[in-house]
């Protein structure tokens, strides 16, 4: 269980800061609450309180339904309120919690949510100042550094958030895609698949298509590679176009692909099969000819692990190839 833990965090970034911040959180919190109360500060202990309480909540809803965006905003709120109400409680000796406020916010929601909360949190403490003179701020030079400071702290955490978001989410496209006709890669296609297995036991359908392009080898042989590759390319956008949102196209390897169409039974596996067949013989095209394609499939049994699945796809395209090409063949 603790080794399962451990892959989770290490596959989900965002669940892994989200409870790194849980566990710190608590831990540096709850002095703060036993320190407040016993100095009879209950109204900065009840807000602390409720700060912990969140964070809990907050980590353990993360873990049951593996959704951090939830939390991560619900967490954000309830900390801005906190300590805006701590701030106002305790006038100076609450700023220090302000920083620490920008940095999470910036860590668990997106950068622009992040800056838009932090400037509500710094109107409400001006407002406050402004209907309660002195109530937070001694002066208004005082006011205009503190402002001036965290403006500038959740600016450059802004643009810092907000490369590193750009770039995680371009390291996600390269690790998920093929980088030459953009289809998902095989990786990917076998976490899916076992999704999909895991899914059918709800009664969900699932199809699924293998597709190998006929006498590829040949065109590599007598145009190049680049010429392969161009076939490739406008294969991949031949089935995009035909196919729904929904589907899944993945590159298999060389020139077989893969195709999952979730909500697909027998019949319309075996629609999509004739289109793609049709469609692929009459658009592609090489310096050779006409391109054409092999396809085998297959629909998920409430029975199959997902290697049963595409195994017997794999086995009807060989049929399909045996045949003479350029037709398909679905397992009944």
């Known amino acids: 269980m603790y080794v399962q833990a451990l892959r989770r965090l290490k596959r989900n970034p965002q669940l892994f800061i989200i409870t790194m911040m849980g566990i710190f959180g608590v831990l540096g919190i709850t002095p703060y609450i036993i320190y407040r109360a016993y100095n009879t500060d209950f109204m900065v202990a009840a807000a602390d309180f409720i700060a912990v309480v969140s964070i809990v909540t907050a980590v353990i809803y993360a873990w049951r339904t593996n959704d951090t965006v939830k939390p991560g905003l619900y967490l954000s709120v309830i900390f801005s309120v906190v300590a805006t109400l701590v701030t106002i409680n305790l006038g100076i000796n609450g700023f220090f919690w302000i920083y620490p406020l920008i940095l999470f916010n910036f860590f668990i929601i997106t950068p622009t949510r992040a800056l838009v909360t932090m400037l509500a949190v710094l109107t409400s403490l001006v407002i406050y100042n402004i209907y309660e003179p002195g109530s937070i701020f001694t002066s208004n030079y005082q006011m205009t550094s ?46 899916e698949l076992r999704k999909a297995a895991q899914d059918r036991r709800s009664g969900r359908d699932y199809g699924l298509l293998i597709l190998d392009l006929d006498h590829f080898k040949r065109i590599n042989d007598a145009f190049g590679h680049s010429a392969g590759d161009q076939v490739l390319m406008d294969f991949t956008s031949i089935i995009k176009s035909v196919i729904r949102e929904s589907d899944m196209l993945f590159r298999h390897g060389g020139e077989e692909f893969a195709l999952l169409l979730p909500d697909t039974n027998l019949k319309g596996l075996n629609t999509v099969a004739d289109t793609i067949q049709k469609t692929i013989f009459s658009k592609l095209s090489s310096p050779a000819g006409v391109v054409s394609v092999s396809i085998g499939g297959a629909t998920l049994t409430d029975n199959d692990q997902w290697e049963d699945w595409i195994n017997r796809a794999d086995e009807q395209l060989y049929a399909a190839k045996a045949m003479g090409r350029n037709c398909y063949k679905i397992a009944t």
Do not use: K, P
């Not at 590193?164 to 289809?183: K, N």
């Open 146 to 191: 503190f402002l001036v400071t965290c403006i500038l702290a959740s600016f450059l955490s802004f643009i810092f958030a907000y490369r590193t978001q750009h770039q995680h989410a371009r390291l996600e496209q390269l690790a998920a895609h093929d980088h030459l006709t953009g289809a998902y890669n095989r990786r990917v296609m076998t976490e």
